[in-house]
């Protein structure tokens, strides 16, 4: 349990404040403040109840008294419920509704100013009143300046990720509302860029600026990283089932044949050659492979048959259209992927391969290719 002085220094960076401002705004001592947090000193009890109006937090959470913060969250979400049940839910514009909801959040607040999660949906309805309410502009700047700090404390003291990246993408929104564009891009670079969340609020920045042709370029580029993280699933899942033994290959097949799916569909839409270089390749390599290691000799030559015709026409393509470096490393790693539909397998003797006519024919047309 934290004591006194510890629970005092929490609060006081929850609510962003220095040990100098807190003592100007409590007309004492910076060296006052600091013994309280140190615990050397205790405030004079005229002191609590300014102390605890300044931090925005009540007096019994300033001295950590009393209260059950998981039953009182649980009575504060089911009248926050009883109050979202009557909101219109599409395009609601019930500012009242959602003003109600935000006084509720902020009294658990000043009781419990380490709930991260009620402080999230405290800034969240204080959205909705700001964007659909009718207050003056000194009262919706006030809130607007609330709804920052709220955010602000999530990201800064809050371990959970999900909520993190939940604040910041609503701190990105809200900063948008007041064209702060140089704020809202700063916070975005903290996003991650795995699973497009960053690309997405990237997006919503560039949308408001009206740069069409940043936004279009962005979503281009979430694409094919969300197309390359697909496709890498399919292929560590084939894999996956493919090393569980021979027991498995059949089932491995299947996947593999899922991955080709895949590989063939996003690369129409965008014709990436990247698409076929990291996973169409290596795909019809494991396929052949799986297909040798269950005798299917003949299924397993029409994938090599399919990989070579394939190496051929993206390299004719590549030179077609100037990409000499592609086109140099597709050729340079003819052998390599040709070789690789076999030599992965350790259960069948590399000459029923080798030593086929049809595989001796594709290595003589490979080594023809100019």
């Known amino acids: 349990m934290l004591s006194f002085g510890q629970r005092l220094k929490e609060i006081r960076k929850e609510a962003q404040l220095t040990q100098a401002e807190l003592a100007e705004r409590l007309m004492v001592s910076v060296q006052a403040i600091s013994k309280w947090e140190c615990d050397n000193t205790m405030p004079d009890i005229s002191n609590i109840a300014p102390l605890a109006a300044i931090l925005g937090v009540t007096t019994d959470c300033l001295l950590g008294v009393g209260g059950d913060e998981q039953a009182d969250r649980e009575k504060l979400y089911e009248e926050v419920k009883k109050i ?10 019930n500012d009242n509704a959602y003003y109600a909801c935000y006084k509720l959040y902020k009294e658990h607040i000043q009781k419990y100013p380490f709930d991260y999660e009620t402080k999230l949906l405290c800034a969240d309805s204080l959205i909705r009143v700001i964007y659909y309410g009718s207050e003056s502009k000194e009262e919706t700047d006030k809130l607007y300046n609330e709804a920052i700090n709220l955010l602000k404390s ?14 910041k993408q609503t701190l990105i929104i809200l900063y948008l509302y007041h064209d702060d564009f140089t704020n809202a891009e700063e916070v975005a670079k903290g996003l991650p860029q795995r699973g497009g969340i960053r690309a997405l ?15 279009l ?28 033994g021979n027991t498995t290959k059949k089932e491995a097949i299947a996947a593999w044949h899922d991955l080709l799916v895949g590989v063939k569909y996003n690369y129409e839409m965008f014709h990436d050659i990247s698409i076929h270089i990291k996973w169409l390749y290596s795909g019809l390599n494991n396929l052949a492979n799986d297909y040798i290691a269950i005798s299917e000799i003949d299924k397993a030559f029409e994938v090599i048959e399919e990989l070579t015709d394939t190496l051929i026409i993206d390299y ?21 992927y040709l070789h690789s539909c076999y030599n992965w397998n350790f ?12 595989f001796k024919k594709i290595e003589r047309m490979l080594e023809n290719i100019v």
Do not use: W
Not at 84 to 93: A, C, F, H, L, P
Not at 218 to 244: E, F, G, K
């Open 84 to 93: 979202d049940n009557g909101i219109e839910k599409v395009y609601s514009r």
């Open 217 to 244: 370029e962005i979503a281009n580029q979430a694409c094919s990283d969300a197309t390359h993280d697909y496709l890498r699933a399919l292929a560590v899942r084939a894999r996956r089932i493919s090393l569980a």
């Open 316 to 336: 004719k393509d590549c030179k077609e259209k100037g990409d000499e470096a592609v086109a140099a490393e597709i050729k340079s790693n003819f052998s390599f």
């Open 201 to 215: 609020m990237e997006i919503e920045i560039y949308s408001k600026k009206n740069d069409h042709a940043k936004c």
């Open 347 to 358: 259960t069948t003797d590399d000459n029923v391969i080798t030593n086929d006519p049809r």
């Open 154 to 167: 999530v990201i800064n003291y809050d371990r959970d990720t999900t909520r993190l990246i939940d604040a």
